[in-house]
């Protein structure tokens, strides 16, 4: 999957476990008889969802794109998202790759919602603290704006434990909208789902990678009108995606997926109708 970046960077995935969402509000307007065939839903109606990180390894950085959901939710928490993983995820699945919290260099969070950003922070026994001593996190400042101050529309996703020890150790960057965000790294903005998030841009000589969060969760939202309930302007999502998929397939970049169980990226082209994908890779 990665070997067109191998002159710029070693890439792996980092698999922080799994939760569940309800699958009408993951799919918006579009019928349960539709999506139930491609994302089948438990008897709670809810439906599997990964939080598949990625590690980037130029040499010289060493930079993790998201956290997962963390450690820190008590037992009804984990009990109502159906959370499995191990006890400090982030930890194991970063020595079986060969990394320690500490090799961690930078943090890119696409957005503060409590499953992209969970990660970012530990309880130690006496308070929360950043989980990676030696990093930078960035974000942008706008959904940082977003987290502090977040709309009742989706203030329930925005948890400051997992973002605000950061600022209280000095370890927060704060980006603009669409930003260069490191060397071969930028930030593509949007603002459907939530206000300011980013979209990570992971580029080499050869090829180009995009991190797609939440503005294309899983493989079934390549379909322009497949759009989350949770987003908070579906309209502008719908705008976003046009765009973004239109470039995608003129440019053949290779779309990961931080929340589809089955699959971690595709390659598309533009048919007569739809998008159609002409490289898919399974997760592992």
């Not at 984990?78 to 020595?95: C, H, T, V």
């Not at 603002?191 to 503005?215: A, R």
């Not at 309209?235 to 699959?263: C, G, M, N, R, S």
């Amino acid at each position: 999957m990665f070997d067109s970046f191998k002159d710029s960077w070693k890439i792996k995935i980092i698999e922080t476990g799994t939760f569940k969402l309800d699958g009408g509000a993951m799919m918006g307007s579009v019928p349960k008889v539709l999506w139930n065939k491609t994302n089948p839903a438990d008897k709670l109606n809810r439906i599997s969802l990964s939080m598949r990180c990625l590690l980037l390894d130029n040499g010289k950085d060493v930079i993790l794109i998201e956290t997962g959901i963390g450690n820190k939710n008590t037992q009804k928490f984990m009990d109502m998202f159906a959370i499995s993983q191990n006890k400090f995820p982030l930890k194991n699945e970063l020595s079986i790759n060969g990394y320690n919290l500490s090799d961690i260099t930078h943090v890119i969070l696409t957005h503060l919602h409590f499953d992209h950003a969970g990660g970012a922070t530990y309880f130690d026994g006496k308070k929360n603290c950043p989980t990676f001593p030696n990093a930078e996190y960035i974000i942008s400042k706008s959904n940082w704006d977003a987290g502090i101050n977040p709309s009742p529309r989706d203030k329930a996703s925005y948890l400051s434990e997992n973002y605000l020890p950061i600022l209280e150790t000095n370890q927060l960057r704060l980006v603009e909208d669409d930003d260069k965000i490191l060397e071969s790294i930028e930030g593509i903005s949007c603002y459907g789902h939530t206000d300011g998030q980013q979209l990570i841009k992971v580029m080499s000589k050869n090829d180009t990678l995009i991190f797609c969060s939440d503005l294309i969760p899983l493989k079934s939202h390549l379909r322009l009108p497949w759009i989350m309930g949770y987003d908070l302007n579906a309209t502008k999502t719908l705008q976003e995606k046009k765009i973004f998929l239109k470039e995608a397939a003129e440019k053949k970049w290779l779309l990961f997926f931080y929340h589809d169980p089955k699959v971690a990226a595709v390659r598309i082209k533009k048919n007569e109708k739809y998008y159609e994908i002409i490289e898919e890779y399974n997760a592992k």
